[in-house]
């Protein structure tokens, strides 16, 4: 039988997740009903590593997006992964290399483009919300326009950074 919905809140406090999460957990995959399983992501203990503070510096340059945490009603931004369906590889590299940091993905079949007329399948995710994406959020964002100063490429250091830029963005000539 459901439980009530004091039940699912009391659930959803504890595990600090929304109901609708302990709906999903408890009627989908192979952990339905298991409500004892540690989902927390821990805001202090989980920092961006070197190779991943670069790859999100330098696809910010390209196709990646960060969200604005004010106009979305969160405390935290998060990152919007977004590939057409020929660059899967590209896609799961970056799912890959955000690692812990991904929170959900999936093919997105939209409507047709108003532009061409044409449907264009792809790829579409989501970062966890998170307060090191907040903070490049404040750095590369001026009055929620991204803009790129010399402080924000001073940050880039590595060339996965430029790879990642070229990759979203490259050009023929």
């Not at 459901?2 to 989908?28: C, H, M, N, Q, W």
């Not at 590209?90 to 999936?106: A, C, T």
């Amino acid at each position: 039988s459901d439980p009530s919905t004091a039940t699912l809140i009391r659930l959803a406090d504890y595990f600090g997740v929304k109901e609708t999460t302990i709906k999903s957990y408890r009627t989908k995959g192979e952990n339905a009903g298991k409500y004892n399983i540690i989902r927390n992501f821990s805001q202090e203990e989980h920092n961006l590593s070197y190779e991943q503070e670069q790859f999100v510096l330098g696809s910010l340059l390209g196709d990646l997006n960060l969200s604005n945490p004010k106009l979305n009603g969160r405390k935290n931004s998060r990152l919007t992964i977004v590939q057409c369906e020929k660059q899967k590889e590209l896609f799961m590299k970056k799912v890959e290399i955000l690692g812990e940091f991904m929170g959900s993905y999936r093919l997105t079949i939209p409507k047709p483009d108003p532009r061409t007329g044409k449907i264009y399948t792809g790829y579409r995710g989501n970062s966890k919300a998170h307060k090191v994406f907040t903070d490049i959020y404040n750095l590369l964002y001026i009055n929620g326009k991204k803009t790129i100063t010399k402080e924000y490429l001073d940050k880039i250091t590595s060339p996965i950074a430029l790879a990642f830029w070229f990759m979203d963005d490259g050009t023929f000539s």
